[in-house]
């Protein structure tokens, strides 16, 4: 039996000759069939791979707002670890004051003078003063006694490097990130190298590099709950234990840790707490005058 085929003529352009190709019909069935399964296969690839490429747009939208919601949940915990550092020196102060001046903490009574209101304190009341100034009696009498068998040091009296007032105590726009932040203590700009010394007699309770942006740190207990830092140090001169006095050589300053040019960053605690090294400084053996505008708060 004669099998079908196609005639396919081919005309040569110049010579003019004719030529006929006999093409089988499974030949051409089966060259139809192979480019519709090509085709098929092309579709299902691009179709698998824009799937793909969609996941993959999505994971990366996901992930980058996972990063953006761990940024921001550091920032807040940050604000709020500054915060409670605020509110404690805030306490502390008022401590202070109420203890000296023996103020109350609150005020009880009408607010118009002229409504009707008790003039005359309860008992409870006049008992609750008495312990009050009660134990601002016996608390001043335990530093007095503190201070007459060396418990209590004389506080830092010393410009602990000659140098120049960079950066205040208080708030301020952190010069990596760009955000507010706390600045717990102050920055004294000095050269690589220049002598760092103890503000006041004492022992040094920490004397190593640490975590956190400090750098070569050194801590100073000076009794009475006040401790002086000193960080960045390039050197640290100094161990752990050592009983050191006022004037004496602890490091040497540096750009270890977080910083951007070489200085000193000086913290004075008081109960665990940072307070405003100024009125220490301002009154310290050697003294830079700071400029005018220099927050200091």
Known sequence: MKQEYFVVVLAHSLRGRLRRVHIPHTAVYTVLALAILGGFSAFGFVASYARMAWKVANYNALKQEADSMRARYQNLQKVVSETNVQMASLQLYAREVSVAYGIKQKLDGPSDISS?????????????????????????????????????????????????LMDGFGRRTDPFSGEGAFHKGVDITAPTGTIVRDAADGV???????????????????????QTYYAHLSKIL????QEVRRSEVIGLVGTSGRTTAPHLHYEVHVGGTPVNPHKYLANSGIFRQTPKDLPFE
Do not use: T
């Open 204 to 226: 040094v309770v920490q004397a190593e590099m640490v975590a956190g942006g400090l750098g070569r740190l050194v801590i100073i207990d000076h009794g009475g709950g006040l």
């Open 238 to 241: 100094v161990h752990a234990g």
């Open 116 to 164: 009707e209101g008790k003039m005359v304190p309860s008992f409870a009341e006049s008992l609750q003063e008495y312990n009050y100034l009660i134990n601002a009696d016996r608390l001043a009498v335990s530093n007095r006694r503190a201070r007459r068998f060396g418990a209590l040091k004389m506080p830092p009296s010393l410009w602990p490097v000659e140098g120049r």
